[in-house]
């Protein structure tokens, strides 16, 4: 048999094996991972569907407010429910003038925002009193769920409420008990340390309510809010080596100073020669023996699923009964409990054990047949590429003589294939590809991406030949630049080139960053003259975690951020620039399905008269059908997508068919204004398109106003100038809208034919109020001097009305008589 034949079919099969058992060991570690052995990830919501605010009673530090936020978050998110918390921190601030301090605060920060909340959840009992007191003011009609409450008598005052219902903070100390008393059935003195809080003066009541049952233990406690801290350090020291210690709610001194539960457990430790038993989480881990306490995390996750029952379903929170039952936690430290020399068969089955060592074959056992798969098929590959390395070794004997030949070929296709042609960089896949195999995810590293500004017009203006010249000197400067700073450089397409450091990280004022920016401000030459560029910057520095190859991704996202934000500017990648991508994407894809199966639609606001309160024409505003983004969302990108004009018009068909539609009804048709685009401007056949569209429906050219924004007169040239004739020959009226977000100059108006003035709700909200609202009358006296009228928009409160009322404004257009409504509400619109 042919000698290649051997070698080809043992290195199929050994390879072939290697393969096979690859396979299974991916195989293996898939289902471990879906298992649950590779630590997971909360999955996040699909989407956001219901908003929920948090009223805790503590501060983030508390110790069960861990606990709280991983029920929370698992009840809500997987559900599509977000949530926002707002701490009380009574433990700090508990006084009845704190609470008072506190509402004023809720009230001023929250009062809007609550409204846009469907639910509350509410965390401990300060939370819910707070709640039961301010529900008819700031939680009206809203469903509230509670938990971690102590008094039973708050909680079933709270349930009898019909929008609430909860969960009773259940207390586990008489397991604690039980417990410490059968690990040391010898131990007949029993010490509590407490503080003379609510919560710790309850402690005290359970813990010495067991002196009847058990008369034969002695019972003392240790009130720390009677001693300075001196005296309680002392306190501790006295407590006998033979007792058992119960490390109860414990936070304040005499002197009234709060100590963390860290600073506590530690003093407790360190001075306390009895075992340490916690009937509440947190401090094993520091050497309190254990106890049981409630499992917080399963409650507040119950709390959140009544939410999601109620918000996604509908259920009615008035059916939901008070919960008095909640699972518990057993939990000890292991190497505490091996020191009393204690067994695991004394404590229930379902112990949790803290710091306990675990052996080799415990930590890895489900990992040991991937690892031996994984060993196996290594070796299967070594051997079949051993195999193929002496077959290789028998061709390259065989072929010596043209040995020299092939290399070279070798060499010049590898060059060819690695280099771009032109400038002789490294090409977009060699510079990938190195990158991914000289950097791994855990090392520092930059990478940077540069993209051309005005790069098409060189090649238009003069020519392909000059624009390759171009791209010449500046790959000469940057390749100069990365081998005096041992960075990698290649083109990476057209006119953009990527580069990365290793062991660096760079911010866009770091100095090599304005090194690389410095190289386009130096004038080019081209042809006869000189020219000089810019360049858009985007960088992405590793993170510990994102593989190499996504930072390219990243980096082309910050510099199309840069493009975008003006050009010639340097970004960072955040991961928000991503997500603003991948919503932009989402929101043209929405636009363009509507643009080709109508779904797009138009609400109509009234203007109305400030003196007669006659409604006197109508704002024409697009929405999407059947879509969560509103036009502050999919108009900006739909401009930036360059499809203005496109949109444009389909918004003037809608309005003038909408006005025919009302012509035939009969009704009194009053003038809709239309939002004009300074995007437009390059739609020359934009007055044609309207003219005939108003032909078309049988409108007059009077019912159609055209709303147009300062940018579009920010210079005075013969576009407009030509657009602003045909407007008026044809009959149109023109407005000027947002007055006061650009430049706000009154001199526009010497030149531009608009008849009305419409004052932006910025200048509104800012101005209008005590001591500013002279500037509001003199804008609107000066336009009155100038000949033309002047709309109020943004207009909510019955104050504003009849202050400009006074102030002698022509029009009103804001929610104080209407939000945007459908056409048949609109145009029977009467204002109160």
């Not at 798969?373 to 002496?390: D, K, Q, T, W």
Request: glycine share 6%; aromatic share 12%; hydrophobic share 40%.
């Amino acid at each position: 048999m042919d000698r290649n034949k051997v070698y080809k079919f043992y290195k199929m099969f050994f390879a072939l094996i290697g393969a096979v058992c690859m396979i299974l060991a991916l195989v293996q570690l898939a289902f471990e991972i879906k298992s649950g052995f590779m630590p997971g990830y909360m999955k996040g919501p699909d989407e956001v569907k219901h908003k929920v605010l948090f009223l805790s009673s503590f501060d983030p530090m508390y110790y069960t407010y861990k606990d709280q936020i991983r029920g929370i978050e698992e009840g809500l998110y997987s559900n599509d429910i977000e949530f926002d918390v707002c701490y009380m921190d009574t433990k700090i601030y508990g006084s009845d003038k704190d609470i008072e301090e506190f509402y004023k605060y809720f009230s001023k920060r929250y009062n809007n925002d609550v409204m846009h909340y469907e639910a509350i959840l509410l965390g401990d009992d300060a939370a819910l009193r707070f709640a039961l007191e301010h529900q008819e003011e700031l939680f009206k009609g809203l469903p509230m769920v509670f938990f971690g409450i102590n008094s039973l008598d708050l909680a079933q005052r709270a349930e009898a409420n019909p929008m609430m219902t909860g969960f009773y903070e259940l207390d586990y100390f008489a397991d604690t008990f039980e417990e410490a008393i059968t690990l040391f059935p010898e131990r007949k003195n029993l010490y509590a340390l407490c503080d003379t809080s609510p919560a710790g003066k309850a402690d005290l009541e359970k813990f010495l309510s067991y002196r009847g049952r058990y008369p034969e233990y002695d019972f003392h406690a240790i009130t720390s809010t009677e001693l300075e801290p001196t005296a309680i350090l002392e306190a501790l020291k006295k407590v006998p080596e033979d007792a058992i210690f119960f490390f109860m709610t414990c936070y304040d001194d005499k002197f009234g100073e709060r100590h963390s539960l860290f600073e506590t457990t530690s003093l407790i430790v360190n001075n306390v020669k009895a075992p340490i038993f916690r009937p509440y989480a947190e401090g094993r881990e520091y050497g309190v023996l254990g106890g049981t306490y409630m499992d917080f995390s399963v409650q507040t996750r119950n709390a959140a699923e009544i939410v999601s029952e109620v918000l996604n379903n509908g259920a009615d929170i008035s059916t939901y009964e008070l919960s008095l039952f909640t699972p518990s936690i057993t939990q000890y430290n292991y190497m505490v409990l091996k020191h009393y020399g204690l067994s695991e068969n004394l404590l229930p089955k379902d112990t949790i054990y803290v710091n306990k060592p675990e052996s080799f074959v415990e930590v890895y056992k489900n990992m040991l047949p991937v690892a031996v798969l994984i060993v196996v098929s290594m070796l299967f590959f070594m051997g079949s590429i051993l195999i193929a390395f002496v077959q290789e070794k028998q061709n390259v004997r065989a072929l010596k003589a043209s040995k020299a030949q092939l290399v070279n070929s070798q060499i010049k296709l590898i060059y060819q294939a690695e280099h771009d042609e032109l400038l002789g960089l490294l090409n977009r896949r060699t510079i990938v590809d190195n990158l991914n195999s000289n950097l791994t995810a855990d090392q520092e590293f930059t990478v940077i991406m540069l993209d051309l500004d005005g790069f098409k017009d060189i090649n238009e203006n003069y020519g392909h030949d000059v624009g390759d010249n171009l791209l010449k000197d500046i790959a000469k400067s940057l390749r100069k630049f990365a081998e005096k700073n041992g960075m990698t450089l290649g083109r990476y397409g057209g006119d953009e080139f990527i580069m990365f450091a290793k062991d660096k990280i760079l911010n866009k004022e770091s100095p090599l960053v304005k090194d690389i920016t410095d190289i386009f401000s130096k004038p080019l030459s081209i042809g006869s003259g000189h020219v000089v560029m810019s360049a858009s910057v985007g960088i992405s520095n590793s993170d510990g975690e994102t593989p190499p190859e996504q930072h390219v991704i990243n980096a082309e996202i910050a510099m199309y951020e840069a493009k975008n934000r003006g050009k010639n500017m340097v970004f960072v990648y955040e991961d928000d620039m991503k997500q603003k991508v991948m919503e932009e994407s989402r929101i043209k894809d929405s636009f363009l399905k509507a643009f080709d199966n109508d779904g797009f639609y138009m609400k109509y606001q009234p203007k109305v008269s400030a003196h007669t309160k006659e409604v006197i024409g109508y704002e024409a505003l697009v929405r999407l059908r059947n879509s969560k983004y509103g036009p502050g969302q999919f108009i900006p990108v739909i401009e930036k997508s360059g499809w203005t004009s496109r949109l444009g018009r389909l918004i003037t068909k809608l309005v003038v068919k909408q006005l025919g539609e009302w012509k035939k009804m009969g009704k009194e048709i009053k003038p809709v204004s239309i939002n004009f685009s300074s995007r437009q401007i390059n739609d020359t056949e934009y007055c044609k398109y309207l003219e005939a569209v108003l032909k078309e429906y049988d409108v007059d050219p009077k019912y159609v106003q055209i709303e147009i924004t300062e940018s579009l007169l920010m210079e005075e040239n013969s576009i407009t100038k030509e657009l602003f004739e045909s407007f008026k020959n044809l009959g149109v009226i023109l407005l000027l809208d947002d007055f006061g977000t650009g430049y706000s100059s009154l001199a526009y108006l010497t030149y531009v034919p608009v008849e009305d003035v419409k004052l932006d709700k910025s200048l509104v909200d800012t101005y209008l109020c005590e001591g500013k609202e002279d500037f509001i009358k003199d804008v609107i006296q000066l336009v009155h001097d100038m000949g033309k009228s002047i709309t109020i928009e943004g207009v909510e409160k019955d104050w504003q009305y009849n202050k400009l009322r006074e102030f002698n404004a022509d029009t009103i257009q804001g929610y104080y008589f209407s939000p945007p409504l459908d056409p048949e509400e609109a145009i029977d619109f009467k204002a109160e």
